[in-house]
């Protein structure tokens, strides 16, 4: 029922959205402030809000009534990084006390801890398996973990295996490991893509661990981080040479289609994400004394709009995943709301309301204000009430299916179809006109 409820309210907000308004925000509408935020993270519906705190804990914000949902305590140092579940029902986060917590939500019960050597500063999980997950710690090459069994699986990248993946012989001297600064799952999880100081991409099968191909990046900077749109078509890698490069592709075939970047204050970039729609992409300024926001046409490749906040340093950006909403987290722990600027219009309220500019003599209709008789009204009420109203089938929500989800029901349709092959259709054409 629980589940019946969320889908139809989520249709139903879905088709009061206008489709004319802007599809990026403009101006804050709002703030949320509770302790010092450092990073934040919406579910999969965008229901939930999850923000880490300085002080270690975890809170869960409901997004639509802008009001603590739960509060998680489990670390003794700043959150670096949260991450949901598809099913929004565990809560990941790291933290620089060297550690990664995984959180019940239902329950707020702690389900697995796991223990690093050095601050994590990064963690995402598995975006179908919630038992898996990737962690990037300091001065470490990244590694997956199985929170069932406490297995633990390095990503180690040898300039050897990236020589052979690019084409270049190896000479004998070359025995250096790279470490990786960045990785993430795919849109499916059935690879991750890991960068590392060098400039390099390298991509892993999640089972094996095997290296499947190598994307060096344009001007071989430092990948700072990397992420996947929610359609899995492409994803941005943010580089320590202040561009934002959007890859597009597919399995182990990747290329540079767009680069965004700051020409005139060749600014560093704190934060990158797409849109929901993928159609933009959004850079956070990394100033000390700035809170700017670009968005750019991922298409088209020109900036389209800078928002400007208070003059405090971004530390998180988040865009919501079906409304046009960012979410930015500032130094001092303020979680800022952006939104798009509306405007009053009372005649969508109803097809007959007429706004007026000013005062106009109202002249009566002949038979509005006539007495109607009590069965005539009831008549009518039986009229409207005959038609039978469906509150038990659940429509899908596109924004929330896969491309490759539906592909599948796609084939099996077209598969389930039989087809004639042993009849056989006499043709006009050949036909004589005896016969």
């Known amino acids: 029922h629980e589940e019946l409820i969320v889908s139809s309210t989520l249709n139903m907000n879905l088709e009061l959205l206008d489709p004319f308004r802007n599809s990026f925000p403009e101006v804050i509408e709002e703030t949320l402030e509770e302790g010092i935020a450092t ?4 579910n999969r519906r965008g229901t939930l809000l999850a923000t880490g705190l300085l002080d270690g804990r975890v809170v869960i914000w409901d997004f639509d009534t802008r009001s603590i949902a739960i509060t998680f305590k489990g670390h003794v140092h700043p959150v670096t990084a949260v991450s949901w579940s598809r099913n929004g029902r565990k809560l990941l986060s790291s933290s620089t006390d060297w550690t990664v917590i995984i959180f019940d939500v239902l329950s707020g019960n702690i389900e697995h801890t796991a223990k690093f050597e050095s601050a994590v500063l990064d963690a995402q999980m598995h975006p179908r398996n919630s038992e898996l997950f990737l962690a990037v710690s300091f001065g470490d090459s990244p ?6 069994t406490g297995e633990k699986k390095q990503l180690i990248v040898s300039e050897d295996a990236e020589m052979k993946k690019t084409g270049v012989t190896p000479s004998a001297k070359s025995k250096t490991n790279y470490t990786g600064t960045a990785a993430a799952f795919n849109k499916d999880g059935s690879r991750i893509f890991m ?12 089972e094996t661990l095997e290296i499947l191909n190598t994307i060096r990046v344009p001007g071989s900077a430092q990948v700072r981080a990397i992420l996947f749109s929610r359609r899995g078509k492409e994803f941005l890698v943010n580089s320590a040479d202040r561009i934002i490069r959007v890859f597009q592709g597919e399995g182990v075939k990747w290329s540079v289609s767009r680069e965004f970047q700051d020409p005139v204050n060749r600014m560093l970039w704190k934060k990158s994400t797409f849109s929901s729609d993928s159609d933009y992409v959004i850079g956070g300024s990394a100033q000390k004394s700035s809170h700017s926001i670009y968005i750019w046409n991922r298409d088209e490749g020109h900036l389209i709009k800078t928002l400007e906040g208070p003059k405090e340093a971004i530390t998180d950006l988040e865009w919501h995943p079906i409304r046009p909403v960012i979410v930015s987290v500032s130094v001092p722990g303020v979680v800022y709301i952006w939104a798009s600027n509306y405007t009053e219009n009372w005649s969508a309220f109803a097809p007959n309301f007429k706004e007026l500019e000013e005062n106009v003599e109202y002249v009566e209709r002949e038979d509005e204000f006539d007495i109607i008789e009590e069965e005539e009204i009831v008549k009518k009420r039986k009229v409207d009430q005959s038609e039978e109203v469906d509150v038990t089938s659940i429509k899908k929500i596109a924004s929330f299916s896969s491309d490759d989800e539906e592909i599948v029901k796609k084939r099996k349709v077209d598969q389930s179809e039989e087809v004639d092959v042993t009849s056989i259709k006499k043709i006009a054409s050949f036909s004589s006109d005896d016969e």
């Open 39 to 42: 990073v934040c993270k919406f």
């Open 143 to 148: 590694a997956l973990l199985n929170a069932s």
């Open 195 to 206: 960068g590392n100081s060098k400039g390099m991409i390298t991509i892993f099968d999640t």
